[in-house]
């Protein structure tokens, strides 16, 4: 009864190790943004008194993609904001468009769903346009 307690006990242990390692992967393959499409960004920063400013880089835009899709997330819906994002990233494509808001100086980004800690440098980027 012991050992048959104890497999019992060790293949509970075991499954529930294998559905939150699941469950964990499945959120890091949550893409915000997919880049396989997009060809062009275009950045407008406070308030979209600056900008457009637009990246046709595909290696810059790849960067950004892959920066914004694995940088720490919070559900937005759990987040107050005393001012919201006071620009904007818009993510083109042949067959998509897809707009974030983004905070000029910290280069964070708020979609529908999530707060995003990017900390994109916004004024490299720029740069590179």
Known sequence: MNQ???????????????????????HLEDKIIE????TKITIYKNGDNE?????????VISQIIQKIN?????DVSKIVFERGPD???IFEGENSKFEVGV????????????Y???????????GKE
Do not use: H, W
Request: glycine share 8%.
């Open 51 to 59: 900008g457009p400013f637009v990246i046709k880089d595909k290696k």
């Open 4 to 26: 048959r307690y104890y497999l019992l006990l060790i293949g509970s242990v075991i499954l529930t190790i294998i559905i939150l390692c699941g469950c964990g992967y499945n």
């Open 35 to 38: 880049d396989s499409d997009i």
């Open 70 to 74: 694995s940088s720490p997330r919070r």
């Open 87 to 89: 620009g904007r990233m």
């Open 116 to 126: 995003i800690q990017a900390a994109l440098n916004l004024d490299e980027l720029i």
């Open 103 to 114: 905070f000029s100086d910290s280069g964070d980004i708020v979609t529908k769903k999530y």
